[in-house]
C-alpha cells in the first residue's frame, strides 16, 4: 500500500480557476470529519500493506483545526498498519497560516502555536497555495490572500517545517515572462526545497471560462505559457532541482513521496467526497456531494462508484504517467505486463515522436526529451491503445 488521500471538500472562497469538488458551507465541517474518520474506520479491510504517506488535499484542509487534523490522522493509526516517519502533507493557503490578518488576526504568538500544532499532530510537509506572489495575478484569480500574506507565510513556515512545497502558476494572462522569473525567483530565494508549478486551464464550468466567454479577460495563450514553462524549467534546474515530474521539481531527498506513489502506479485509498482510490486493478470514486456523503457514511454505506481497469486501461494509464516523469516507460515492463501487441503498438506509435527529438530511448526505457515536456499530454494520447 502506498498511501492515504484524505480529501478536506471546503474552502472559504471560490477560486475562478478551480473545479475540484469543494464548498464554501462551513456549517458541515465537524460533521464531515467524523464522517471522513468513520470512512477510514469502513475501509479498513481495503488495506492490508503498511501506510506510507498520508495526504490531506482538497479543497482547503487549512480550514481544518490542528484538533481535527489530529482526529483524522489518528483514526488512520487506529484502523491500518503505518511505517515508521511516514511522509504526512497538509496543504494550506497562506491567509490560513499568517499572523497578520486583520481585524480579527491572529497574533504572532498564535501564529507559532499553529505551526507547532500542527507538528504536534503529526504533520511533517507542507504544500502552501502560493500561485503567485503579485496581487494583480491573485486578485485575478479570485485567492484569498494577498502578495504580503504569501511571503510572510513561507517565512514564518520555514521557521518550523524542513518539507516545504509551494505551488506557483504559470500562464496567467497578463502575466508577462519578466514577472514569471520574478515570481520564480521568490520562490528560490526563500530556499525551498520543493517547488510544485502548474500551467492555467480553463475548465468548464468555472468562473474562469465565463469571463473569458464575456471577453471579461482575455483568453490563455497557450504559446506564452509555453515561454513559461521552459522560463521554469530552466532557472529550477540551474538552481539545483530535479524536474522528476513535469509539473514538479525536488532537492535530492524531497521528491514528493505521496505523488510519486500515484505516478509510479502504487496503490492508495482515498477518502471524503470525490476521493478517488485505486488497488491495482480498479479504480474507485466517491460521490462528489457533502450532505449525501455525510448521510451515506453516517449510515454505514460506502457512497462511492467502481471500475475495474482492463489490460488496455492500466496500459494508458502508464503510458501517460510515465512519460511524465524521470522513470520513463520501461518497455520491458509493457512486454511483460502488457503483452507484446502493447508493446509493437507503442513501439509503432512512437517512432514519430523519436525522430522529432520529443522523446528518446535509453536504457529500455522511454523519456519525454526537454523539447517534449510541454507536450507531453499530447504525446501521450498518441501512445494510448485504442480499443
Partial sequence: MSGIYIHIPFCKQACHYCDFHFSTQLGKKEAMVHAIAKELVLR??????????IYFGGGTPSVLTAEEIEQLIKAVYDNYKVIDHPEITLEAN??????????????????????????????NRLSIGIQSFFDEDLKQMNRAHNAGEAEQCIKEATQYFDNITVDLIYGIPGMDNERWKANIQKALDFGLPHISSYALTVEPRTALKKFIEKGVVPD?????????????????????????????????????????????????????????????????????????????????????EIETLSTTDRYNEYVMTGLRT??????????????????????????????????????????????????????????????
Fill in 220 to 304: 490563455v495563450d497557450d504559446e506564452q505559457a509555453q515561454e513559461q514553462f521552459h522560463i521554469l524549467v530552466d532557472m529550477l534546474e540551474a538552481a539545483g532541482f530535479v524536474n522528476y515530474e513535469i509539473s514538479n521539481f525536488g532537492k535530492p531527498d524531497y521528491f514528493s513521496k505521496n505523488n510519486t506513489a500515484y505516478w509510479l502506479g502504487k496503490t492508495y485509498l482515498g477518502v471524503g467526497p470525490s476521493a478517488h482510490s485505486f488497488d491495482g486493478k480498479q479504480r474507485s470514486w466517491n460521490i462528489r456531494n457533502n450532505p449525501t456523503y455525510i448521510k451515506k457514511i453516517t449510515e454505514g454505506a460506502l457512497p462511492m
Fill in 44 to 53: 479498513k479491510t481495503e488495506v492490508d500493506d503498511a501506510i506510507e504517506t
Fill in 326 to 387: 524521470i522513470w520513463g516507460v520501461d518497455l520491458g515492463r509493457i512486454a511483460s505486463e502488457f503483452g507484446e501487441n502493447h508493446l509493437k503498438y507503442l513501439n509503432r506509435q512512437s517512432s514519430k515522436f523519436l525522430k522529432q527529438g520529443l522523446l528518446v530511448l535509453e536504457g529500455g526505457k522511454l523519456l519525454t526529451t526537454k523539447k517534449g515536456k510541454f507536450l507531453v499530454d499530447g504525446i501521450a494520447s498518441d501512445l494510448f491503445f485504442l480499443r
Fill in 94 to 123: 497562506p491567509d490560513d497560516l499568517v499572523s497578520s490578518r486583520a481585524p480579527a488576526c491572529r497574533t504572532d504568538r498564535q501564529s507559532r502555536d499553529l505551526f507547532s500544532e500542527y507538528k504536534k499532530a503529526g504533520i
